[in-house]
T-cell receptor
């Protein structure tokens, strides 16, 4: 799977929007962009994923650049409970030859929320 | 739905002991995986399964065995525990092969002395 690059850490204020960037310049046409987060002492939690178009769900929005070489996870109104490590992961679907061998987690971005 | 459950939450072993980490899911997912997470690092894949009776190795399989006799259960066995296996272990099930949305259990914190 192609590699992603994320900042080590970011800081934001409570109740403000947060934009978490991810670069993936070697992404292939069949790679999905996944975001997971891991709260302290918990297992990772699925946040959102997309292929080409921007995506919204109850947790966040995913904005994907037109050339797909970068994406941004948007938390519209951060709360203290959003403080976590956020992982941006590329994954080819199983049906496109990606196999079923799990996700490759890097070190992610440690998001700090100030009250 | 309970989702993905793991037992035990905590375990201390002596070097050379064996044990089984239990993982179960009630979402009828075909794909399941085991990861380990060492301090300050991302998750690394140990073993995975694409269905009952089918398992394969991930990135760090040495010292671990798995089996998948049912869709629901995917136990991880440590054959002869070593201090290098001190870690937090996460089990995950995967919603489908297209979206690859994974559901993780709460983890088992294992210490080997």
């Amino acid at each position: 799977d192609a590699k992603t690059t994320q900042p080590n850490s970011m800081e934001s204020n409570e109740e403000e929007p947060v934009h978490l960037p991810c670069n993936h310049s070697t992404i292939s046409g069949t790679d999905y962009i996944h975001w997971y987060r891991q709260l302290p002492s918990q297992g990772p939690e699925y946040v959102i994923h997309g292929l080409t178009s921007n995506v919204n769900n109850r947790m966040a929005s995913l904005a994907i650049a037109e050339d797909r070489k970068s994406s941004t996870l948007i938390l519209h109104r951060a709360t203290l409970r959003d403080a976590a490590v956020y992982y941006c992961i590329l994954r080819r679907s199983v049906y496109s030859g990606g196999g079923a061998d799990g996700l490759t987690f890097g070190k992610g971005t440690h998001l700090i929320i100030q009250p | 739905n309970a989702g993905v459950t793991q037992t035990p939450k905590f375990q201390v072993l002596k070097t050379g002991q064996s044990m089984t980490l239990q993982c179960a899911q009630d979402m009828n997912h075909e794909y399941m995986s085991w990861y380990r997470q060492d301090p300050g690092m991302g998750l690394r894949l140990i073993h995975y399964s694409v269905g009952a009776g089918i398992t394969d190795q991930g990135e760090v399989p040495n010292g671990y065995n798995v089996s998948r006799s049912t869709t629901e259960d995917f136990p991880l066995r440590l054959l002869s525990a070593a201090p290098s296996q001190t870690s937090v272990y996460f089990c995950a099930s995967i919603r489908d092969g297209s979206s690859y949305e994974q559901y993780f259990g709460p983890g088992t914190r294992l210490t080997v002395t």
